[in-house]
């Protein structure tokens, strides 16, 4: 007897996966790390019993409501330093825009282990001779734009592959003699992370790119815009 589990995933099953990951993370279920992960995973899955364990620990009976937008001027989630640090790290919820503001201080923004309810990451990042770091998983699409005076702004994250529908972090910065950075987690300090029965298959692809469903390149952006 054949194993359906064994049977070739289509790519609209992959895409089926991806898009379930993204309503799981609108529910709390996932942090922005593992739905980043777990979505390279369905890329590269190859069967249909690759693809069952990506979610076999996520419900799929119920379909997950709207998430809608954030309404225009609605209220955004401060991180503030002032000659000082502030800090977001560990565990935490986005519900909507994140505001981050240093005045001769440091801001950092880790947002892999942040639980995302919305389609995206927005972020506006205003920084007068202080440093701003947002940290975000490799792989996730960054899009960065703002204003720098004598200062600087860059992303260093690993790109997900052209054609996969990666989790967004959209940044706005306007820099005064200071600097707004975006690193991926392979610049940063490690964090512990949940591994699932899928786990050492995906990262067995992911050291060699040219095995699964989708090529994932190694490719690293390092994009300094003034």
Known sequence: ??????????DAERESVVERLREASAEGRLTLAE?????EAAYLAQTHGELAQITADLPGAAPAPAVPATPQGRARKWIVAVMGDAKRTGTWRIDDGIGAVCVMGDVVLDLRQAEVRGREVDIVATCVMGDVKIIVP???????????IMGDKKVQVVEAPR????????????VLMGDVKIIGDSRAEPIKRGWFAWSEWWQERRRHPGHGGYEIPDRRRHRGLH
């Open 1 to 10: 007897m054949n194993d359906p589990g064994g049977v070739r995933a289509s």
């Open 35 to 39: 739905l980043t992960e777990r979505t």
């Open 138 to 148: 490799d792989g996730v699409d960054v899009e960065l734009s703002g204003v720098t």
């Open 163 to 174: 054609g996969q529908f990666a989790p967004v972090v959209r940044v706005t910065a306007y």
